[in-house]
């Protein structure tokens, strides 16, 4: 299929998306009511879709979902143009700056050899451009502390990584997954009296050294755990939709369906889809 012919240069596009912006900030009631505030909110909704979108490889669907993206940034940016501070312009001028320091190799004298030299010299950058600032060090200098909790796990997990805190084997991760599998154990195995608050928030505590030490095995084996999770999820919930329609089919509602007969719809299901992937 031929591809699409762009109809207007980008710096066209991003000036006549500017200027919507602006009409709409003075002629819409909605679009007058946003604040920074309320528009955090759609912008991690619309970040969220574009990623959905991606991981489908819907292409499609990806150019809609970065068009309602870069519309947040440009509503934020025109906030920023009526306070004073900074507006669009502004914006990418500033991006494009950090982007070509932050790549001396492309475009000054620089050299590295491949990508993780490229990330290992990015992060020298930084910290060179945060003593300049005068901002105090932080091994972890960089990573957002609103992350979602697992994509911060991976981030905090691979700096220390860089620092050369880290096991040296394999073998030393997976004893500590075991180390941390027996204490989760003990905990709910322990007598369940006393305060339930603080019974609950030492599981809350063994639940969350569990996953990050899956997250520490999922790094060294350069697997994303994010996109593993959202696999596992893909297939939990079309194995299950499977599960009620077979159920329906008998018949039976779902939820009065005994556990032992949804177990072995399960596992029916299970095996097919397993099959059909080794026919494939």
Not at 17 to 27: F, Y
Not at 270 to 280: D, L, M, R, T
Request: aromatic letters at 6%; glycine letters at 8%.
């Amino acid at each position: 299929m031929q591809k699409k012919v762009p109809s207007r240069s980008a710096g066209d596009a991003a000036e006549a998306l500017v200027t919507l912006m602006e009409r709409l900030r003075a002629e819409c009631p909605w679009d007058r009511k946003q604040t920074f505030q309320t528009l955090s909110g759609y912008l991690l909704e619309e970040c969220y879709e574009a990623m959905d979108a991606l991981a489908r490889e819907d292409f499609a669907e990806v150019e809609g979902e970065l068009g309602d993206l870069l519309f947040e940034i440009v509503f934020l940016a025109q906030l920023g143009k009526e306070r004073g501070d900074f507006d669009f312009a502004s914006v990418a001028r500033r991006i494009h700056d950090k982007m070509v320091a932050r790549h001396p190799h492309v475009f000054g004298e620089a050299r590295v050899h491949d990508a993780d030299g490229v990330r290992v010299q990015w992060e020298e950058l930084k910290r060179k451009e945060r003593e300049k600032e005068g901002r105090p060090p932080s091994p972890f200098d960089g990573v957002p502390r609103a992350l979602p909790a697992l994509l911060k796990s991976v981030r905090l997990a691979a700096r220390a990584a860089d620092l050369g805190f880290d096991w040296e084997r394999d073998a030393d991760v997976l004893a500590k997954l075991d180390e941390e599998v027996a204490e989760f154990k003990a905990e709910l195995a322990s007598p369940a009296g006393g305060d339930p608050a603080a019974r609950k928030g030492r599981v809350a505590s063994e639940i969350g050294d569990l996953l990050f030490t899956v997250v520490n095995v999922a790094r060294r084996h350069g697997v994303d755990p994010e996109a593993a999770l959202q696999g596992t999820n893909d297939r939990f919930r079309r194995r299950f939709e499977e599960v009620a329609r077979r159920a329906r089919a008998a018949g039976k509602e779902i939820k009065g369906t005994p556990l032992a007969e949804l177990d072995a719809l399960w596992d029916a299901v299970k095996e097919e889809e397993k099959k059909e992937e080794g026919i494939s």
